[in-house]
C-alpha cells in the first residue's frame, strides 16, 4: 500500500493549519489564490440512506451530510475546533452555570419565508433535543427551560450546572434548529418535513428520490454574504463500495465522505491526481476501536486476564500491517484529536508483551490444558472492514497464548441487540465514536446504571465508585482546567481497570475531487455547511 | 378452456400457501437477533433506553409476537400491507415505487437471456461437437462461472470509467431530468449493463438447456419421419423441433422468475438502481417486518403470475397437454 500521497497531504495540512494561524484577519487568504468560482453542480456519495433527514432529532453523520447544508445549528467548530456563533451570535453564562443566554443572529428567514426568531430555539430544545435526540436527550437531561424574553435571546436554565464549554463543543453536533411553525402541531417524528427539510442554511431542499438521490440547491436569501458558490448539491445513494469508487473515477461522484470507500481503494485513489484522499477536515469525528469485556465470565472479571488480553495483541503491527495511515495507536477513550481533553498519553498502557500475557494468565490460575486455557465468544460490530479485520487479528493473537476465540457475526440490529441488551457475548469489538467532549459520547461507556439495551454504554457488568464519582463531578464541574483535569483522573481510572480497551484511534477518510475548494477546512466538515464551497473550472 | 380451469385451480391452490409462507417469514424474522429499534439506533450512532422504548411503541413493537402476527394477517386480508418503519410511508406505495425498475430489469434481462440462449442454444446443436458448439459452450461455462458482481464492476471499469460510453450507475440521469422519447432513451441507456449482468448468466443455463433439448428431440422418430417426407433442415429445425425443445426453457423462465428476483439484489446494488431487491435487503437490515413481508408477498404473486402465463403457453406449445388435461 503506497500512502506517500496521503503523507504529503498530512504535511500540507500541518503547514496549512500554521499558515491559519498567522493569517488571523483573513485565514482564507491562505488558500485562495484563484477567485472563487459560482456555480457547478458538487455530487456527493452518499452510502447508507437514513430514515429521516432532519438534524435536530437524529445525531448522526448520515443525516449532517444532508440535513447540515439545509439546517444549521447555533454554534459550529471554526479551523482551529473552536467554537464559531451560526445562529447564535454570542453567548454568556452566569458564574453558577446554571444559566446560558444566546444573543442570536437578526434579520434569518426560513426556506419558507418566516423569520427565524428564538421561539424556534426554545421549541427545538425543548421538545427536539430534551425529548428526542440521541445524546441530546442527556446532554440537556437538566434543561428545565428555554425563556424568550424577545426574538433574538433565548435564556436556557438547568437545574444543575452545565459547563459552558460542554455545550459549545456538543452543540456544533446536537444544536440544530428546527422551525417551529411547521413542527408544533402533530407527532414529531411522523412530520413530513424530516423527508423534505426546511431550514435557514445555505442550500434548499429540492427533491427526494428513496433509494436513488436527494437535491438541494443554492438559497438565494442566504444571510452570509456571497455565500453559497454552488448551484445545487446532489446526494446519489449509492450502497456497493466498489461500486461507488468507479463513479469517483467516471467523474460522476465528487466527494466520497466518512471513510465511505473500501481501504484498498481509497489509497489506490489517494496516488491519482485527480484525488485528494485524507483525513483532515474529520478530526470532529475521531474512533477508537475497542475491545469491551464481559464482566459476567469469570475469567474476565479477573483484572489479570483483561490486562493480558491487552499484553497479548501487537497493536502496531496490526495497524502497520492492515490499516495504514488511516490509524494511529491509541491511548485510551478520549483521542488525541480532542486538544481540550487529552490527557496524554501518560496514562496505564499495555504494550505487546506475549511473554507477560503468558505469565499473567497463568498467575491468575488459568491453566493450559492441551493448548488452551478457555474459548471466549467474540462479537464484531459490522460497521467497518477494520472491525472485521481486527476481530481476526484478536483472535489469531489470543490464540497465540491459550485463548481460543469464536467470532459470532451478526448485522447491525443484531449486534447492539447481542452485547447491549441481551449481554450474549464475552468480547465484544466496535467503535466508540468520540463527540468532541467526553461527557457527551465517551463517559456513558464507563458509568454505572446505565438502562439495560442502551447501545454503546456500560453494559459490561462492571462498576466501579471512584469513576463513576470522577464521571459525575466532571459533567457539572464549569471551570475548564478543573474538568480537564477531572478527565485526565478519568482515562487513568479506567485505562487502570480497563472494562473497555481502546487501543486504536482512527480519523474518518475523505476521498474528494482535486477540483474542490474550501473542503476539509473545519474539524467536521463532512457536516458542515459548504457556504464556502466551490469547485474550479 | 380445460388448461384454463387447470391453470386456476393451481391459482386458487397458492393462496393457502402465500399466507404459509407470510406466516413463516414473519416468525423466521423473530428468531434473528434485534428489532426495527436496533437497527435504526445502529443507524443514529446511539441513543437512549427512553427513546429506544418510545421507538418501539411508536413501531407497535411493545405487543407480543402473536398479537403482531394477528394485527398483520388482519390488516393483509383486508389488503393492508401495513406501514414500513424505515420509509414512513405505507408498505404499498414503498413497493410500487420500487416495482418498476426491478420489472423492467427483469423483463429485459430474461428477454436477452431467452432470445439468445435459444440462438445460440440452436446453433450449437446443429453443429454439435465442431467449432461452433466448442466456442459456445466455452463461453457458456465462462458466464456461468463468473460471479455478477464482478461481471458488473468490470463492465462499469470498461464502458463507464474508460470508454466513458455508457452510465455506471442509477436508474436515471439526474442533472438533466429528461421526458419523452429522451427519458426513455436515457433509462435504456442506464439499464444496458444491469441486463448484459444479470443476463448473461441466465444465458449460459439458457443456451444448455436449449442444446441438449434440440439434440434430444433431432433424435426422435418424428424428426426422421419429416426429413424422409422430404422436408429441408431449416424447415424441420424450426417447424418440427424447435417447439417441442422449447417445453424445458419456458419451464426454466417459470422457476426462474423468482430466482431473478432475489439475483437482482446483487446487481441492484452494483449499479445502484432502486429497485426491489435492494429494498429487500435494506429492509432485513433494518428488521423492516412489513416492508419485508410485503416484498415477499409480491414477489410471491408475480412467481404465480408467471407460472400461470407459463402454464397458458404450455398448451400452446403441446396441445396434448390442454387435450389431457
Known sequence: ?537 | MRILSLAGRRLAASIPTLFLILIGVFLLLQLAPGDTVDALMAQMGGGDAATAQQLRKFYGLDLSVPAQLGNYLWHLVRLDLGFSSIYGKPVATVILERLPPTILLMTASLSFAFFFGLLFGVIAARGVNRWPDTLISTLGLIFYATPSFWFGLMAIVVFSVYLQWLPSGGFQDIGTVQTGVRGVLDIAAHLVLPTLTLGLIFLAIYLRIMRASMLEVLNLDFVRTARAKGLDETHVITRHVLRNALLPMVTLIGLQAGTMLGGSVVVESVFSLPGLGRLAYESVVQRDLNTLLGIVFVSALLVIVVNFVVDLLYARLDPRIAAEG
Open chain 1, 1 to 537: 500500500m503506497d500512502l506517500s500521497r496521503l503523507e504529503i497531504n498530512r504535511r500540507t495540512a500541518l503547514l496549512t493549519s500554521a499558515a491559519i494561524a498567522a493569517n488571523v484577519i483573513n485565514p482564507m487568504r491562505a488558500f485562495a489564490q484563484e477567485t472563487p468560482r459560482k456555480g457547478g453542480v458538487f455530487n456527493v456519495h452518499y452510502g447508507a440512506e437514513q430514515r429521516q433527514l432532519n438534524p435536530s432529532i437524529q445525531a448522526s453523520t448520515g443525516v449532517y451530510i444532508i440535513g447540515g447544508k439545509i439546517q444549521e445549528n447555533l454554534v459550529d467548530l471554526d479551523a482551529s475546533g473552536q467554537p464559531v456563533g451560526v445562529l447564535a451570535e454570542s453567548w454568556e453564562a452566569t458564574p453558577d452555570g446554571k444559566t446560558v443566554t444566546f444573543k442570536l443572529r437578526k434579520g434569518i428567514t426560513w426556506h419558507d419565508g418566516k423569520p427565524f426568531t428564538s421561539e424556534d430555539v426554545a421549541f427545538t430544545a425543548m421538545n427536539m433535543w430534551k425529548k428526542i435526540l440521541n445524546y441530546g436527550s442527556t446532554l440537556q437531561l437538566f434543561l428545565t427551560s428555554v425563556d424568550t424574553p424577545d426574538p433574538q435571546t433565548a435564556i436556557f436554565r438547568y437545574e444543575r450546572p452545565m459547563p459552558l464549554n460542554l455545550l459549545l463543543r456538543a452543540l456544533p453536533d446536537l444544536g440544530y434548529v428546527s422551525a417551529k411553525h411547521l413542527y408544533e402541531s402533530g407527532d414529531i417524528r411522523q412530520n413530513p418535513t424530516n423527508l423534505a427539510p426546511v431550514g435557514t442554511g445555505p442550500f434548499k431542499f429540492v427533491k427526494y428520490e428513496r433509494g436513488q438521490y436527494i437535491i438541494a440547491e443554492r438559497n438565494p436569501d442566504y444571510w452570509r454574504p456571497n455565500a453559497p458558490y454552488l448551484d445545487r448539491i446532489v446526494w446519489k445513494v449509492i450502497t456497493d463500495r466498489a461500486a461507488a469508487a468507479a463513479q469517483m473515477e467516471a467523474g460522476e461522484l465528487h466527494y466520497s465522505p466518512f471513510s465511505g470507500l473500501t481501504i484498498s481503494d481509497m489509497a489506490r485513489l489517494g496516488k491519482d491526481k485527480r484525488f485528494i484522499v485524507q483525513t483532515k477536515g474529520n478530526e470532529g469525528n475521531a474512533r477508537t476501536n475497542t475491545i469491551e469485556f464481559n464482566f459476567r465470565r469469570k475469567e474476565l472479571s479477573d483484572i489479570r486476564v483483561r490486562r493480558a488480553i491487552a499484553h497479548a495483541i501487537n497493536v502496531p503491527f496490526f495497524i502497520e500491517n492492515f490499516l495504514g495511515d488511516f490509524a494511529k495507536l491509541g491511548t485510551g477513550p478520549i483521542p488525541s484529536t480532542s486538544t481540550d481533553f487529552y490527557p496524554g498519553p501518560n496514562t496505564p498502557q499495555y504494550p505487546y508483551d506475549k511473554a507477560k500475557a503468558i505469565a499473567l494468565l497463568d498467575e491468575a490460575g488459568f491453566k493450559a490444558t492441551g493448548g488452551n486455557r478457555f474459548a471466549l465468544k467474540l462479537l464484531p460490530a459490522p460497521w467497518g472492514e477494520d472491525i472485521s479485520l481486527w476481530s481476526t487479528f484478536i483472535q489469531q493473537s489470543l490464540g497465540e497464548v491459550g485463548i481460543q476465540v469464536d467470532i459470532v457475526r451478526n448485522d447491525g440490529g443484531g449486534f447492539l441487540k447481542q452485547v447491549y441488551d441481551d449481554h450474549a457475548f464475552d468480547l465484544a469489538t466496535g467503535w466508540h465514536q468520540y463527540r468532541n467532549d467526553p461527557a457527551v459520547s465517551t463517559t456513558v461507556w464507563y458509568r454505572s446504571g446505565q438502562p439495560k439495551g442502551a447501545p454503546w454504554t456500560n453494559q459490561w457488568g462492571w462498576e466501579d465508585k471512584t469513576v463513576d464519582k470522577t464521571i459525575d463531578d466532571a459533567a457539572t464541574e464549569v471551570d475548564p482546567v478543573k474538568r480537564k483535569a477531572l478527565y485526565a483522573d478519568f482515562v487513568k481510572e479506567v485505562n487502570t481497570e480497563l472494562p473497555v480497551w481502546m487501543p486504536i484511534e482512527q480519523i474518518f477518510v475523505t476521498v474528494i475531487t482535486a477540483k474542490a475548494r474550501n473542503h476539509s477546512n473545519t474539524p467536521r466538515w463532512g457536516s458542515a455547511s459548504w457556504h464556502d464551497l466551490w469547485l474550479s473550472a
